[in-house]
């Protein structure tokens, strides 16, 4: 299991959001690659970014952001946020980072999904996320009639191994992550899942951590506002999964 530090992008600064509403945004830094360079010597590998300004508008905005950190920063990153289509994948790719993450697109044209796994493979992933279990999409502004353990089945007969799963309610809240949902999710799907939303304790992690060890698909955890509200050190939550 593997815990993802996340940097959320807006405007070309480090935001919390609350649930997913832009106008209830915190911000943490005005220099995200300094951010991601303290994740690094805390001993994170791993980065989880969003581009929350591309959820929203559906077009690249923090590309220079993300080439910074990229330059600065040798980590094994993934992104997501306002990716919808095949060259915005290559591109982010031969930017350096190691993973892309669709969400929308997966519900508008899971075509392109598919043919964004034939040609990357694992470098795909899926970002669901749901609220009282239906997904939304465009930056969680838009609610559908469908089922995200639907998607996820769909996801997997293209192609798709592993998915961010988010629990809009719990984000950014603090809340603790619906992981009850998270192993349904793992279970009914077969894929590889990772636990983004509401995580606020190190019990949270311990919980996420015991699952994975009985089997449960559950690849991993991200961490934001309880690291950056201090509820816990990155330190501390890497040590929980060691």
Request: proline share 2%.
């Amino acid at each position: 299991m593997i815990i993802y530090p996340a940097i959320d992008l807006k405007d070309g600064k480090v935001v919390r959001l609350l649930q997913g509403r832009m106008e209830d945004a915190t911000i943490y830094s005005d220099d995200p690659a300094e951010m991601a360079a303290k994740f690094m010597e805390e001993g994170s590998r791993y980065l989880h970014i969003v581009d929350l300004n591309g959820a929203f508008e559906g077009k690249p905005v923090n590309d220079d952001v993300i080439r910074d950190i990229v330059r600065r920063v040798p980590m094994n990153i993934q992104i997501g946020g306002g990716i919808r289509t095949l060259a915005r994948i290559e591109e982010l790719l031969d930017l350096g980072v190691s993973r892309v993450i669709l969400g929308t697109v997966a519900v508008r044209d899971p075509e392109l999904v598919e043919e964004a796994v034939r040609r990357y493979g694992d470098q795909i992933i899926v970002g669901i996320d749901a609220r009282n279990g239906m997904v939304a999409v465009q930056g969680w502004a838009e609610s559908t009639d469908l089922k995200a353990e639907e998607l996820g089945k769909a996801m997997k007969e293209v192609g798709v191994s592993r998915i961010v799963f988010t629990d809009i309610s719990r984000d950014g809240m603090l809340a603790g992550p619906n992981i009850a949902s998270s192993v349904r999710m793992a279970e009914a799907t077969g894929l590889k899942v990772i636990v983004s939303g509401g995580i606020s304790v190190l019990d949270d992690l311990k919980r996420l951590k015991s699952e994975a060890d009985k089997g449960t698909a559950i690849d991993g955890a991200i961490v934001g506002k309880a690291i950056y509200s201090g509820a816990f050190t990155l330190e501390e939550a890497l040590r929980v999964i060691d």
